[in-house]
């Protein structure tokens, strides 16, 4: 019987381009022990996956900034390092937008190439995605209430996971809650674009919410929508009850605030632009941040219907949140034993295996 150990598969995990880099530790450490990983970055992403580099074979680090990756001489330099190092499998950490240029390009059978989409609706508009899926044949999509919007996709693998996988990080010695405090974390990156948090005010407003409240906006406040918030908040005195920072988040500090939160906000609501693609499309990262913590999520009442929120989510209408939310007099979950992440999916095994088996197959 021969006995001789099966080598590892030879993976790069590529990210050049500068955004959805929160996803690479959860891959790194999902492939870690299974497959010789390379993770190939560009040289402003190297200081945010320090944590990556202990669970990888090595890392590529190109010279360039991710804002100059999709010049054709970088996407060039790319191409020949792909080639150059024959990988078996090469994993695009994000498989949409600028990087449609590189698969213009002949890649060779050998060499099996899978994707994470961030938005499917991408696959629904323009030649970009048409383009990637010449040669990308596998996806990956980051919650399974995704899944829905690519089955009728012809020629094309999907599968899901979720990243809600972090590093355990030192706690900064200066963040303590003080007994009685309520926080409410909202993480993500300060914009009205993104978030409605001028509905949020307007409820904490109209709940006459004592200062044990606290609403922790988790992301760079600089700016002209961070200026617009913090002049709301206090033209309603609510100054104090509302926590931004002028500067991008340290992820210590970030994790910090979240292991201490009692619930995440994500403040996707009908007014947000874009909120369809919320709804059957993409996620946001507030939700991996739920998951990874085990918080329970305040979720506006049309998400009601998914199913990893019935199990972890307490919903509100727009129109009401004060009452249902802030007075506890209509929230409601789901959940009604108030047990939250009991499916096996939360588990770090289910995501790995489920992981390795799409894209090592």
Known sequence: MNSE???????????????????????????????DTILVITADLEPRVTACKELVLSVKIFGFQSSQSFQWKNVWKLYRYLLEQKFDRVVFNTAQGGIKKLFILPFPRSMRLIGTIHNTHKFYKGIGQRIISSKIKKYLVLNDYLLPSVASLKGLQFSSYYPAFFPKLATPNQITKPA??????IPGQVSLQRRDYLGLIKAVKQAELESRWKFILLGNAKGNDGDMIKQQANELGL??????????????????????ADAVMPLIHPSTPGFVLY???????????????????????SF????????????YDVQTLSEDIFTGTNGQSANTDGTLYQSAKWEFAFQQNNYLAFVLS
């Open 239 to 260: 100054q104090s009850s509302f926590i931004l920072f002028d500067a991008f988040v340290p992820y210590e500090l970030l994790h910090a605030y979240m292991q201490l």
């Open 279 to 301: 709804q059957h499309h993409k996620i946001t990262g507030a939700f991996n941040m739920a998951f990874a913590f085990k918080k329970p999520l305040l979720m506006e009442a």
């Open 180 to 185: 009685g405090e309520t926080w409410i974390c």
């Open 5 to 35: 150990k099966v080598p590892h598969k030879r993976i790069a995990l590529v990210e050049v381009g500068g955004s959805h880099d929160e996803c690479l530790y959860s891959q790194c450490l999902f492939l870690h022990g299974h497959a």
């Open 304 to 315: 009601r219907g998914i199913e990893d929120f019935k199990e972890n989510a307490i919903f």
